[in-house]
């Protein structure tokens, strides 16, 4: 018995995980993910041109690329993490920016296939037309692999592998091509896998807000948790 209390000791040692970084610190690096405008809008316009060639053209490696570079998840995060904590701004704001850069992202993505010479449909586009279980299981470890890297200080790689493992933008690719051939099937097979990712991204962000146990914000403490953000910011 003795033997078990101190293997169930370490166990909890080294499965442990704790918050590296001030509440306020993490709210502000999700808030600063949930802005559309100036730089962001047009690195995800860039970013859905580049997925869309390399859907086209069956790269991989510029799919990877454009989901590297892609702002898409902020939003996501931002609404979900509103959620948790109850702020209201948060969460409207979030929801706003999703709606803003899925419209951009179809937009940017359909003027491309609307102009692109090759206009037949190739695997990788096909294979973003249907989601399965295991898209799910993806979205939803990866919505909590990226939310365990933004509460870590230095969490930029995970971010990164997070963006790739979710694949949010190939699919909205695939809706688009459906948009601009006038093709039902694909437009809702890629939507709704791209709405799929969303919403398990957001449901595995929710719940580690709440197993962290964030503070949530009252009229109290709105005030001060905003100047600390801008604070954070300076």
Not at 132 to 140: G, H, P, T
Not at 212 to 232: A, C, H, M, Q, Y
């Amino acid at each position: 018995m003795k033997r078990f209390d101190i293997f169930k000791r370490y166990l909890g040692q080294q499965i442990y995980t704790a918050k590296e970084e001030h509440e306020w610190e993490t709210y502000g690096e999700i808030k600063e993910g949930v802005i559309f405008k100036g730089f962001n809008l047009w690195i995800l316009g860039f970013a859905m041109i580049i997925a869309c060639i390399g859907l086209t053209t069956n790269s991989i490696s510029a799919v990877i690329g454009a989901m590297l570079i892609s702002p898409l998840m902020g939003p996501v995060i931002g609404f979900a993490f509103g959620l948790a904590i109850n702020d209201r701004n948060l969460r409207i704001e979030g929801a706003r920016n999703w709606i803003k850069m899925t419209a951009v992202s179809l937009a940017s993505a359909t003027l491309f296939f609307l102009i692109n010479p090759f206009d037949h449909s190739t695997e990788l586009l096909e294979a973003f037309q249907k989601a399965s279980i295991f898209d799910i299981f993806l979205a939803f470890f990866g919505g909590l692999a990226g939310f365990i890297g933004i509460v870590k200080k230095e969490g930029v790689k995970i971010i990164a592998g997070v963006a790739i493992a979710t694949a949010c933008m190939p699919p909205l690719c695939t809706a688009a091509y459906g948009i601009a051939h006038l093709d039902f099937a694909y437009f809702i097979g890629g939507f709704y896998f791209y709405f799929i990712n969303c919403l398990f991204i957001g449901w595995a962000t929710f719940l580690l807000s709440r197993y962290f146990k964030f503070e949530s914000i009252t009229k109290d403490k709105e005030k001060p948790s905003l100047k600390n953000v801008l604070l954070w910011d300076l």
